[in-house]
């Protein structure tokens, strides 16, 4: 089993914060996705990162996959009320499965 | 709107019933996975498969079953219910290739009372 922790769980901040979302295992991954799950609804895939330390950004989102494909970040700048949900990082093999990590649910309070 | 339909949207059913998820995959797409979410977690994965066959089982207790079909819709049997089975059920499809992202329905949320 492939296990990917992500920290920290919870997080509740202001509007107009940053912040930093980890996703960390001990194995290597063909490519790493992240997810933003709202209430009631399914994921929706945020962004794909393949090549090791790639860097790739959303407006506001920063995401990084670490250089030995291993661990990836995701970070918010001036964190707005509709990023609020929970946020999925999931590592993916070339057997096409998919490795969910542990979530993080973001609340940003206006 | 994902392309993957799911139904029932919501399900409530006694300890010791079975139920039955249905899930419509996008349309193209020969992959179909589906998770467990339980309050406050992340998404366990059950079971994939692709084109009709079985690709991968995760977590998936003897008391569940699934099954893909020719036209590749997919249903998840659920037997024996408990409490402990009470759960977002997700179902999501994709498309073969290396980086290819998962889609993912709206869930069913099951209730077992």
């Known amino acids: 089993t492939q296990l990917l922790e992500q920290s920290p769980q919870f997080l509740s901040i202001q509007e107009g914060e940053n912040l930093t979302v980890y996703c960390n295992s001990s194995?290597?991954?063909?490519?790493l996705q992240w997810y933003r799950q709202e209430p009631g609804e399914g994921p929706v895939l945020l962004v794909t990162?393949?090549?090791?330390?790639e860097v790739k950004k959303l407006k506001r989102l920063t995401f990084q996959f670490g250089d030995a494909r291993k661990d990836s970040s995701l970070h918010i700048t001036a964190a707005q009320p509709g990023d609020t949900g929970l946020y999925l990082c999931?590592?993916?093999?070339?057997?096409?499965?998919?490795?969910f990590g542990t979530g993080t649910s973001l609340t940003v309070i206006p | 709107d994902s392309g993957v339909t799911q139904t029932p949207k919501h399900l409530i059913t006694a300890t010791g019933q079975r139920v039955t998820l249905r899930c419509s995959p996008r349309s193209g797409d020969l992959s179909v996975y589906w998770y467990q979410q339980s309050l406050d977690q992340g998404l366990q994965f059950l079971i994939q498969?692709?084109?009709?066959?079985?690709?991968a089982k995760g977590n998936i207790l003897e008391r569940f079953s699934a099954q893909q079909f020719p036209d590749l819709h997919s249903e998840l049997n659920l037997s024996s219910l408990e409490l402990g089975d009470s759960a977002l059920y997700f179902c999501?499809?994709?498309?073969?290739?290396?980086?290819?992202?998962?889609?993912f329905g709206n869930g069913t949320r099951l209730t077992v009372t």
């Open positions: 990162v393949v090549t090791g330390g």
């Open positions: 194995s290597v991954f063909s490519s």
């Open positions: 999931a590592g993916t093999n070339t057997g096409n499965q998919f490795y």
């Open positions: 498969y692709y084109n009709g066959e079985e690709r």
């Open positions: 999501a499809s994709s498309q073969r290739g290396a980086y290819s992202p998962l889609h």
